[in-house]
């Protein structure tokens, strides 16, 4: 499995517009964050989990070759609004390309994108997305893949599993509660990447410390937290995580 993390921000990005803290005017790269976006290798497979308003520049910037499926966490702004730009690699791939997500997102997705169609419309630039509602664990060509449905009040969101040849990660990046049941399936993973917003409590997103407890009981090998905003800077906040979670930023690559 590789994964690059395309994005590791809050819904409104780092720097914040108009904000002149000492992390939104920091000269640290990995305090400049993109909406939280990830993507994966895996089975011969490149997968994008949510298509964030910095799509466009997120791809561009870390050269990502094709897009073989997309899924999604859920409905959110930050997590949808650059599923247009999908259309490049629809042309680049000459293919249509498949969509995962629940029953409510993939509704919302067909509301706010009515254009998307599977067939080519001559002369017309468009996305051909083949939309697949979840109803449970699934697999894409040789790639295991199980949701698991978290509280991010006053909704829910998915947060995913994969599994390929032995290997795993998780991925829950929009979380506020999750249930004793899901914490006990997530044992053993090799990866596991999880929400962790500031350390001031948040109606729907985790705080640090709340994120650490549960990263600490799931015992991945490696842990990571995401969708930061900012109050926390990237030097410091790693200083204070326990081994062996550490703090995402955008680009980071892990291959494993």
């Given amino acids: 499995m590789k994964v690059i993390f395309l994005g590791t921000g809050t819904s409104v990005g780092i720097p914040v517009i108009g904000c002149n803290c000492p992390v939104c005017i920091s000269n640290n790269p990995k305090n400049r964050r993109r909406r939280t976006s990830l993507y994966l290798q895996a089975a011969g497979l490149h997968i994008v989990v949510d298509t964030t308003p910095d799509f466009r520049e997120q791809v561009l910037q870390f050269k990502i070759p094709r897009v073989d499926a997309v899924l999604f966490t859920h409905s ?11 259309r490049r690699f629809n042309t680049i791939q000459d293919s249509i390309i498949p969509a995962y997500a629940d029953a409510d997102t993939t509704a ?3 509301r706010v994108f009515s254009y998307i169609k599977l067939e080519k419309t001559p002369g017309v630039y468009r996305p051909r997305i083949d939309f697949k509602v979840i109803n449970g664990p699934f697999d894409v060509n040789g790639l295991h893949i199980e949701s698991f449905r978290v509280i991010h009040d006053p909704k829910t969101t998915l947060g995913f599993v994969f599994e390929s040849e032995g290997r795993s990660l998780g991925y829950f990046p929009d979380c506020h509660e999750m249930p004793d049941d899901i914490v006990g399936k ?7 990447i999880l929400d962790a917003l500031r350390h001031k409590p948040h109606k729907t997103h985790l705080t640090v410390e709340d994120s650490v407890g549960l990263l600490q009981r799931i015992g991945a090998k490696q842990s990571y937290i995401i969708h930061m905003c900012h109050d926390l800077d990237h030097d410091e906040t790693q200083k204070i995580l326990p081994e062996p979670i550490k703090i995402s930023y955008d680009g980071l690559t892990l291959e494993w």
């Avoid at 959110?76 to 999908?86: E, K, P, R, S, T």
């Avoid at 997530?186 to 596991?192: Q, R, W």
């Fill in 108 to 110: 919302d997705l067909k």
């Fill in 76 to 86: 959110h702004a930050d997590h949808i609004f650059g599923f247009d730009d999908i």
């Fill in 186 to 192: 997530l044992k053993g993973l090799d990866v596991m």
